[in-house]
């Protein structure tokens, strides 16, 4: 067992020297006539922190953001929210992502074993500026909402830039969803133009999405053309958009426009809207989060370059679908210079080595993945040290769900030694994140390095007083660029204060049970609700909800995350409790059927992996069922606040439950 009080890796002198950190220390030290160059991580961030006005503008200076900045960095900072950062600055998204068009490859893509290809930048700039020309050709202005419901493939990012081009918003979600996840979504923010796939492949088998297609476009009022992108090889054909409401193909979408070369950019605000991002849904449908063009832009660039060391040239990966954060965060790694690895698919297909192949073909020098994956790979003993180069690989990122101690042993043990393993942890709220790590200090296992700089990000416990050293609510006490404008349709912003204001006056709480450790790093012991976090998943109770109570014999359910297999906090798996009809009873043929609707109509994802039918469901005095409580129960934990239940006895229901010993 390695010593938990010594570092698992620490970076050598010379990279530490070499790093982007160490020159950004520099050329702010000069900038500002401070003593930076010499710094350490913790002087860093407390300058980062205490002089945000310093720090930001040395990030939009340092990433050669293009753009005009002004003269004012931030008005009335001490607000959340209120803040308004870059108030005079001008600046348009895909600009600073296109920037420099030439030979230099921009992203590199395998579809599992089936597809491969690759873009240049010049290829890029050209594909945005046909597609965006497209899309003012049909009418698309700032504010329209263009929505893509397609694969991490290059057609994704093309989409996305080209709306970002006109200033228009772009929201996305993966083609597991079925057709109510998707309304759920998309419905709320009525897009004007849906780009879509015919199929995608996963784990070697074909799924056709045509049929979703034509439902998802037969119930959304507001589009006006459906895009088709070819991918899924022979499922359209020439009938690709056969029976699809206002469907194109995307070859015939831009074939008045295949001679564009030129890509107009509208410089706008600062805080002009870029993304519509979804919550996971607990308590109803997901909640419309909108994030502004330069809050993520600047957010990226300082988490890409300073807190990762990604540099131009670099060949940047993670392995995500467009219906997560992290496929909008990685990106945004075209600021940087770097060349992006997409990947769609099982990342277990063939040996179940396919992302260390192209870690190797593709000279991958910064490896994202979950903590599922990591923990996935171990117990089949997989060992990439042993079969695999991985010589331009410099770092790892893990994220989704807390990486345990043990998975910190398992990837300098097998995967490679000499690495930045970088645990990152913040949300969909943000679309980046609030912790997470540097390449110039030390690793300690089951830790995630420091707090992101510009990030004051602290531990509160109940009473809102900072604590060290025990478990309490992850905070951040001071505005920062990245903060979402609001909710979609939240007049008033009354939702959005809810979320993460009301609990601690002017400081936003994140939701996250966290810790911060003597090394000044943080651990990450889960979300404070009840958002369930099957392999590093989040799902929203309410979106399982809504599909089982669609079966007339059941006339209520509760679904937890049960820790799986015991005493393992790495992962929890599904189960959903039941109460039925008088008349029923819980069968097969019913599990059967319930699992089926939520796979149709959520993800595989969202699928139980135990259910279990219960005489009564828990709630309060108000009618809200209790989820925390339940989860407690199973556990074997006390629960807090009986006494606001109006019916505490059916919480023996879920005690003891033998079937959920294995």
Not at 54 to 75: K, N, R
Request: with cysteine; glycine share 10%; aromatic share 10%.
């Amino acid at each position: 067992m390695t010593d938990a009080t010594k570092p698992i890796w620490k970076p050598a002198a010379r990279r530490i020297a070499a790093s982007r950190l160490k020159a950004f220390a520099r050329f702010a030290d000069k900038r500002w006539n401070r003593r930076l160059a010499g710094a350490d991580y913790s002087q860093l961030h407390a300058w980062s922190i205490d002089h945000p006005d310093e720090f930001w503008a040395s990030v939009w200076e340092f990433g050669e953001v293009i753009g005009e900045m002004g003269g004012t960095v931030v008005v009335d900072r001490e607000k959340m929210p209120g803040a308004r950062w870059f108030p005079e600055a001008r600046l348009n998204f895909a600009e600073n992502l296109l920037w420099r068009p030439g030979n230099q490859e921009a992203m590199v893509f395998w579809g599992e074993d089936k597809v491969k290809g690759r873009v240049s930048r010049a290829e890029l700039h050209q594909a945005v500026a046909q597609t965006a020309a497209a899309l003012r050709a049909m009418g698309v202005v700032k504010g329209d909402r263009v929505a893509a419901y397609l694969p991490n493939i290059p057609a994704t990012v093309v989409a996305m830039l080209a709306a970002a081009s006109i200033g228009a918003i772009f929201s996305s979600a993966s083609p597991d969803f079925g057709v109510q996840g998707v309304l759920d979504r998309f419905g709320q923010i009525e897009p004007k133009v849906l780009f879509a796939c015919d199929g995608y492949w996963y784990n070697g088998k074909l799924v056709d999405c045509l049929g979703k297609l034509s439902e998802i476009a037969a119930r959304m009022p507001s589009l006006q053309r459906v895009v088709v992108v070819p991918y899924g090889g022979d499922v359209s054909g020439a009938n690709g958009v056969a029976g699809i409401r206002l469907g194109v193909m995307l070859g015939d979408f831009l074939a008045p426009f295949v001679d564009e070369r030129k890509l107009r950019f509208e410089r706008l605000p600062f805080d002009h809207p870029l993304y519509i991002m979804y919550s996971s849904g607990t308590t109803g449908v997901p909640k419309c989060i909108v994030h502004c063009a330069g809050g993520a832009l600047l957010q990226h660039i300082k988490e890409h370059q300073l807190q990762g060391d990604v540099r131009q040239g670099d060949r940047l990966f993670y392995f995500t679908t467009c219906g997560w954060m992290m496929w909008n965060w990685l990106v945004s790694g075209l600021a940087s210079g770097a060349t992006l690895l997409l990947y769609d698919g099982s990342p277990f297909v063939g040996r179940g080595t396919i992302l260390f192949d192209y870690a190797d073909a593709e000279g991958m020098t910064h490896f994202g993945t979950s903590a599922k994956f990591i923990d996935a790979i171990a117990k089949i003993s997989l060992e990439p040290r042993r079969s695999h180069r991985l010589k331009a690989l410099r770092a790892m990122f893990s994220t989704g769900s807390p990486l345990v101690a043990e998975g910190f042993d398992y990837v300098y043990t097998n995967i490679k030694s000499d690495i930045q393993l970088a645990s990152i942890s913040g949300g969909t709220d943000i679309v980046s994140c609030f912790v997470g790590g540097n390449p110039v200090s030390p690793v300690y296992r089951g830790e995630i390095q420091c707090a992101g700089l510009g990030m004051a990000v602290d531990v509160f416990d109940d009473n809102g007083k900072p604590v060290r050293g025990e478990k309490g609510e992850l905070v951040c006490t001071r505005s920062f660029p990245v903060m979402p404008i609001g909710f979609w349709n939240d007049t008033g912003g009354a939702k959005y204060h809810a979320a993460y204001f009301e609990r601690f006056d002017n400081v936003w709480c994140h939701g996250d049970f966290a810790e911060i450790t003597d090394h000044g790093g943080f651990i990450i012991y889960g979300r404070s609700d009840a958002t369930l976090n099957p392999g590093g998943v989040r799902i929203g109770t309410a979106e399982i909800y809504r599909q089982v109570e669609k079966l007339a014999e059941i006339v209520e359910s509760i679904v937890i995350g049960q820790d799986w297999p015991p005493g393992n906090s790495g992962d929890v798996r599904v189960v959903l409790f039941v109460k039925l009809r008088d008349e029923h009873g819980l069968d097969e043929a019913l599990e059967t059927r319930i699992k089926q609707v939520i796979r149709d109509n959520t993800t595989p994802r969202h699928v139980p992996a135990k259910i279990l039918q219960v005489a009564d469901i828990p709630r309060t005095k108000s009618g809200k069922i209790v989820e925390l409580a339940v989860r407690n129960v199973v556990h074997g934990q006390p629960v807090k606040n009986v006494e606001a239940l109006a019916n505490a006895e059916a919480l023996e229901h879920f005690r003891n439950r033998c079937e959920l010993s294995s």
